[in-house]
């Protein structure tokens, strides 16, 4: 069964917020926490890119004109240092090319960011895992071999896989009816005839993988630039993925809560909002093996996907020759705009070594030959005469998605309910959250850990109270940047509270939430017919363009693909 992918595309220069700071807990839970004895925890809420990204919204001008020492010369400039941004300099690198510089953005890493609590329990602020890579994603087998990922036979049916990123069993729960269930479905505690239901969707699934349209091609492929284009499958574009299982007679309601659940999981919003073809092609897209693992294996590592940022900048400063760690080819900052000029590209950029308002920011400028906008369509939409392309923000922009990413130290692990074990990927049945990850679950130790990290995600779709109208969009983002950690806390912490209760706070210490308030592209009805996104994806000039956006799916793959295509492009 598929695994829960979050939003995975490299945000170099996300629209959110680098304010960081801390707020006490409410007075019904200081009380509670007085009470048994514990210190009321305090926690950090990151809001990465928000300062930097309101900043460039409401700036009148920007400096015409920098000093001579603020001018930096360099073949290839790539703005964005998420995913997109390092899978573009990671293949310049190995294709030989040494002279390019990557601006970081707000947040190196981007989605695919982590933290720690006390420099030794890592954990992820943003995609936690990544499935094992199907034969058409080339791209990802070749980024994986060469980060020692992939140990043996890279482009064969079964790669063999360094054993310790492969998910451990068990790898994943849900809580239904008070009791945890393995796997995501309750097809083991569901009516006969909603089990028969769960039965038949997965093997409709299954074909669904193997499909093809009248081009030759896979109906559902990843990247989406190689699947079908035959009208027979992209009309499925046209209705929602709850009209699709309706129409397929897939009424269970157990069914629909899963659904439901993966289509929030991977895109921020319910099945009645996301496009049916989006929706299948979460199950139907990926469709890798291995040699050492068993089907619908994935990867993952303690700190998430910020494993593989890790391990891409290592092997930049090999195949750039350059000493382990030095990384010349990065410099902090973002890019305030970009423009042609003569036979090259001009690049305004500005760092604020303090944070946004402690003082003005440094104020630089890139020229470059090229220049790779791996940034968030909205933040490019600021930055880069996307007009000039054929993309009109008005018209093209894709609806983004909010998240909260919460990690919550524990010392010692809370008392577990009737069924199976505490697993790696834990889902509450119809809950407003998405479940938790455990980051030490990777770790080989013959006892549990002393200590140990929850990683709980929840996209901003759902009201902030029970049977309240939810949010618009513009709502969620406004209610995320004013929230205190108190509210933000009591979001974060749905599931928790249903699994462990009370209980809970007996062994969490320290909280940190990480605020994505346009953490990836929400794939709505339609989304495939997106003229302003092909326009740029079409893009073969000077300025190229590289992120997840530009397929409208946010996964890490995705990100990689367009990184890896516009490097390619340039290297010729």
């Known amino acids: 069964m598929d695994r829960r992918r979050f939003l995975i595309a490299g945000a170099g220069a996300s629209g959110l917020g680098l304010l960081s700071g801390c707020d006490r807990l409410g007075d019904d839970t200081r009380r509670f926490l007085a009470g048994v004895g514990l210190r009321e925890p305090m926690p950090v809420v990151l809001r990465p890119g928000m300062a930097e990204g309101h900043a460039l919204r409401d700036a009148a001008s920007w400096p015409s004109t920098v000093s001579a020492q603020d001018e930096i010369v360099t073949d290839v400039a790539i703005l964005g240092g998420g995913v997109a941004g390092l899978s573009a300099a990671w293949q310049l690198a190995r294709g030989g090319l040494k002279d390019f510089l990557l601006v970081d953005g707000p947040e190196f890493g981007g989605n695919a960011a982590a933290g720690s609590f006390g420099g030794d329990l890592a954990f992820p602020r943003g995609a936690h895992y990544l499935p094992l890579p199907s034969p058409e994603s080339t791209h990802i087998r070749e980024m994986l071999a060469d980060t020692g990922v992939i140990q043996r036979d890279p482009f064969a049916a079964r790669p063999e896989f360094d054993e310790r990123a492969l998910v451990h069993a068990p790898d994943e729960r849900l809580f239904f009816a008070g009791k945890w269930h393995d796997g995501l479905l309750p097809s083991d505690a569901a009516p006969e005839q909603e089990a028969a239901q769960h039965a038949r969707f997965l093997a409709r699934v299954e074909q669904l993988k193997s499909a093809r349209g009248s081009d030759g091609r896979k109906a559902f492929a990843i990247p989406l630039a190689l699947a079908s284009q035959d009208p027979a499958w992209t009309r499925l574009d046209q209705q929602s993925m709850r009209q699709w299982m309706l129409t397929e007679g897939f009424t269970a309601p157990t069914l629909h809560t899963y659904v439901d659940y993966c289509c929030r999981d991977d895109y921020g919003a319910g099945h009645e909002l996301i496009s049916a073809w989006a929706g299948l092609y979460y199950f139907a897209s990926r469709a890798g093996h291995a040699s050492d693992a068993a089907d619908g294996a994935v990867l993952t590592w303690p700190d998430g996907l910020h494993a593989l940022v890790t391990r891409l900048s290592a092997r930049i400063d090999a195949h750039r020759g350059v000493k382990p760690g030095a990384q010349p080819w990065r410099r902090p900052g973002m890019a305030l705009q970009v423009q042609e000029q003569g036979r090259g590209v001009s690049v305004l950029c500005a760092w604020w070594p303090d944070g946004v308002g402690a003082r003005p920011p440094r104020i630089y400028r890139i020229r470059a030959r090229r220049v790779i906008c791996a940034m968030p369509l909205h933040v490019a939409a600021r930055v880069a005469p996307l007009r ?13 998605a909010s998240w909260l990413v919460s990690s919550f130290r524990l010392q010692g692990f809370p008392p577990e309910a009737p ?22 679950h990777q770790l080989i130790r013959q006892a549990k850990p002393a200590a ?9 779709d759902f009201a902030a109270s029970p049977g309240a109208a939810p949010r618009s969009l513009a709502d969620t983002r406004r209610w995320l940047a004013e929230a205190s950690a108190a509210e933000l806390m009591d979001y974060a912490t749905t599931d928790l509270r249903t699994v462990y209760g009370r209980a809970f706070w007996r062994h969490a210490d320290a909280v940190e939430i990480t605020v994505r308030g346009h953490a990836m592209a929400s ?16 893009a073969d000039g000077r300025i190229l363009f590289a992120h997840a956006d530009l397929s409208g799916v946010s996964v890490f793959e995705e990100a990689a693909w367009w990184g890896t295509r516009a ?3 340039i290297l010729g």
């Open 523 to 538: 794939p709505r009805t339609g989304f495939l017919g997106n003229a302003g996104a092909a326009a740029l994806r079409a």
């Open 452 to 460: 140990t990290v929850f990683t709980a995600y929840c996209p901003l």
């Open 388 to 400: 000039e392309f054929g993309f009109d923000p008005a018209r093209h922009l894709p609806p983004t």
């Open 419 to 440: 069924g199976v074990p505490l697993a790696w990927d834990n889902v509450v049945h119809g809950g407003r959250g998405l479940g938790y990850v455990v980051s030490t």
């Open 567 to 569: 490097a390619r492009n």
